[in-house]
T-cell receptor
Framework: EAGVTQFPSHSVIEKGQTVTLRCDPI?????LYWYRRVMGKEIKFLLH????????ESGMPNNRFLAERTGGTYSTLKVQPAELEDSGVYFC??????????????FGPGTRLTVT | LAKTTQPISMDSYEGQEVNITCSHN???????ITWYQQFPSQGPRFIIQ???TKVTNEVASLFIPADRKSSTLSLPRVSLSDTAVYYC?????????????FGKGTRLSVIA
């Protein structure tokens, strides 16, 4: 069974540009999460999808970040325009629909974003 | 959310049993304790989860005392490949809607 995949693995962009990160969850996982770790900080929750609906987006830092999950399959996280402080590693995770398993999440390898 | 406190780092020789203790004094009644492992350049990986007493799987054991104010992750006979950061997380995965909250974790270094 394929795990959570993320694309790209690394992106380097200039301040002010736009970047779109993609996450493909494990097939059949209704729950999809985005996290990020900025340099020297802990991994922070960004948002949670249940199928195509945003269940919790309390961790989204500002309106420069837009997450979508059309059709309830893969998800994209767009940063527009990117700022220097957006640099970090963005993780995606997925979990099964049953709430008991909600904390048993399967993480992707992450996308390293560097904004110069 | 219950705050967790765990050692910043630990060193161990190969073949030893490693115990990492996490304190969570204000754990709530419905909270569970979840441990994740993270290797360099990878995403975190779920290891084990428990509510009380002892939980064991093929990777580790989790010991939770009756007052649940702390928990201990036990890794039997560690190898070099167990070198990683280990995170203790506390939250309600069933009735609540709280996301996973990662702290700084414990950096375990296994040496030959």
């Amino acid at each position: 069974e394929a795990g959570v995949t993320q694309f790209p693995s690394h992106s380097v962009i200039e301040k002010g540009q736009t970047v779109t990160l993609r996450c493909d969850p494990i097939s059949g996982h209704d729950n999809l999460y985005w996290y990020r770790r900025v340099m020297g900080k802990e991994i922070k929750f960004l948002l949670h999808f249940v199928k195509e609906s945003k269940q919790d987006e309390s961790g989204m830092p500002n309106n420069r970040f837009l997450a979508e999950r059309t059709g309830g399959t893969y998800s994209t996280l767009k940063v527009q325009p990117a700022e220097l402080e957006d640099s970090g590693v963005y993780f995606c995770a997925s979990s099964q629909a049953e709430t008991w398993n909600r904390y048993e999440q399967y993480f992707g390898p992450g996308t390293r974003l560097t904004v110069t | 959310l219950a705050k967790t406190t765990q050692p910043i780092s630990m060193d161990s020789y190969e073949g030893q049993e490693v115990n990492i203790t996490c304190s969570h004094n204000n754990i709530a009644t419905n909270d569970y304790i979840t441990w994740y492992q993270q290797f360099p350049s990878q995403g975190p990986r779920f290891i084990i989860q428990g509510y009380k007493t002892k939980v064991t799987n093929e990777v580790a054991s989790l010991f939770i005392p009756a007052d649940r104010k702390s928990s201990t992750l036990s890794l039997p006979r560690v190898s070099l490949s167990d070198t990683a950061v280990y995170y203790c997380l506390v939250g309600d995965p069933i009735s609540g809607n709280t996301p996973l909250v990662f702290g700084k974790g414990t950096r375990l270094s296994v040496i030959a």
